[in-house]
């Protein structure tokens, strides 16, 4: 119940193309949905949050979509760029403070 | 405010050693995490404090791991006797009781042969 799957584990997207990663959860007191960055060599870094009473936030090319009733969130990239070649997690948190990442996906964007 | 400020960045060591990895978080953030990230396992987390008291510490392996945090501003994972399967990449992250973001450290890449 405190899983939080992701899918793809990868993803080649041509450069200008769409990256869509999904995430699909199953215990419904989560209320807190961030997607984390990671490059080669760093941390995680935040890159967009959604809390539930919104079904779409848009941040630049980074949009989160959120479907509650059914349980998944996805977050989609615009115009991918090869920089934003990188690795992707989803989160939920259900405790103040404490994260349940996804499993990672890992993007390619071809030039 | 330089970040979660990680050390060492690698360690390498032999199975059997004890192995101390240190983080200071970003100042006044509430809330310490200790992650673990490997190809097979993803991003797991190890313990988490909140005002240096531990709250969580069921993602810690085995007794061969703890972890403390005597102050605001400093804490320690420590493996003793490390073991091969140890060998990962090691995160602090930091956050404060008004959001929920959390700020990674660069992390310490730990190989034990």
């Known amino acids: 119940q405190q899983q939080v799957k992701q899918s793809p584990q990868s993803l080649i997207v041509q450069k200008g193309g769409i990256s869509i990663i999904n995430c699909a959860y199953e215990?419904?007191?989560?209320?807190?949905f961030p997607w984390y960055q990671q490059f080669p060599g760093k941390g995680p870094a935040l890159l967009i949050a959604?809390?539930?009473?919104?079904s779409e936030k848009k941040e630049g090319r980074f949009t989160i979509s959120f479907n509650k009733s059914a349980k998944q969130f996805s977050l989609h990239i615009m115009d991918s760029q090869p920089g934003d070649s990188a690795t992707y997690f989803c989160?939920?948190?259900?405790?103040?403070?404490?994260?349940?990442f996804g499993q990672g996906t890992e993007l390619s964007v071809k030039p | 405010d330089a970040g979660v400020i990680q050390s060492p960045r690698h360690e390498v060591t032999e199975m059997g050693q004890e192995v101390t990895l240190r983080c200071k978080p970003i100042?006044?953030?509430?809330?310490l995490f200790w992650y673990r990230q490997t190809m097979m396992r993803g991003l797991e987390l190890l313990i988490y404090?909140?005002?240096?008291?531990?709250?969580?510490d069921s993602g810690m392996p085995e007794d061969r791991f703890s972890a403390k945090m005597p102050n605001a501003s400093f804490s320690t994972l420590k493996i003793q006797p490390s073991e091969p399967r140890d060998s990962a990449v090691y995160f602090c992250?930091?956050?404060?009781?008004?959001?929920?973001?959390?700020?990674f450290g660069p992390g310490t890449r730990l190989t034990v042969l």
């Open positions: 992250a930091s956050s404060s009781r008004f959001d929920n973001e959390q700020f």
């Open positions: 215990n419904t007191a989560f209320d807190y």
């Open positions: 959604i809390r539930p009473d919104v």
């Open positions: 989160a939920a948190s259900i405790v103040e403070g404490k994260l349940i």
């Open positions: 100042s006044g953030h509430d809330y």
């Open positions: 404090f909140n005002n240096n008291v531990p709250i969580d």
